[in-house]
């Protein structure tokens, strides 16, 4: 199972402000539902919180330390490991977030999704560092219009070892 990490972020890395993104680019929502459509999503409680309802199209496992936690349409479970093992023989399972679980998933992380986009702003949360050893596989540049406020680039990364 590839797992991959898809995520967007302002310079420095920010990807959140307060639970929230700081930012509303319709053109990355397209991409993120490109690359995520049909296969498992994981994040934790907050973003699924912060979004509102489960993904359509997606298998949706959310990680939250409460066992108590029911959602209808999702698969509640307690750690990283359960979330793997609930995306099953998933050929690709997407990381969707928060800064925690993003963390917690790197080390592991075959593949990184990751929209760039050129601004400078306020935040709370940031993307780990992803360091060295990655390859550029994919880059398209998409310009700021009437609806996207910045300029982005969706970047897709591999793990070097992984592509040996």
């Given at each position: ?133 990655w390859l550029e596989t ?27």
């Amino acid at each position: 199972m590839i797992i991959s990490m898809i995520a967007a972020m302002a310079s420095d890395r920010i990807i959140g402000k307060d639970n929230q993104m700081p930012w509303h680019l319709p053109a990355d929502f397209v991409w993120f539902k490109r690359c995520t459509m049909g296969k498992p999503v994981v994040m934790g409680r907050k973003t699924y919180q912060s979004i509102g309802r489960p993904l359509p199209g997606r298998q949706n496992i959310v990680i939250s330390r409460d066992p108590n936690l029911v959602i209808e349409g999702v698969d509640v479970v307690n750690s990283i490991d359960a979330a793997l093992d609930k995306a099953g023989a998933a050929q690709e399972v997407m990381i969707i977030g928060g800064g925690s679980i993003y963390a917690e998933c790197l080390p592991r992380a075959d593949k990184l999704y990751v929209t760039l986009i050129d601004a400078h702003l306020d935040g709370d949360t940031q993307f780990p560092d992803w360091g060295t050893g990655w390859l550029e596989t994919h880059r398209e540049q998409y310009h700021s219009d009437e609806k996207n406020q910045y300029d982005m680039d969706f970047v897709i990364l591999e793990r070097e070892s992984v592509r040996e």
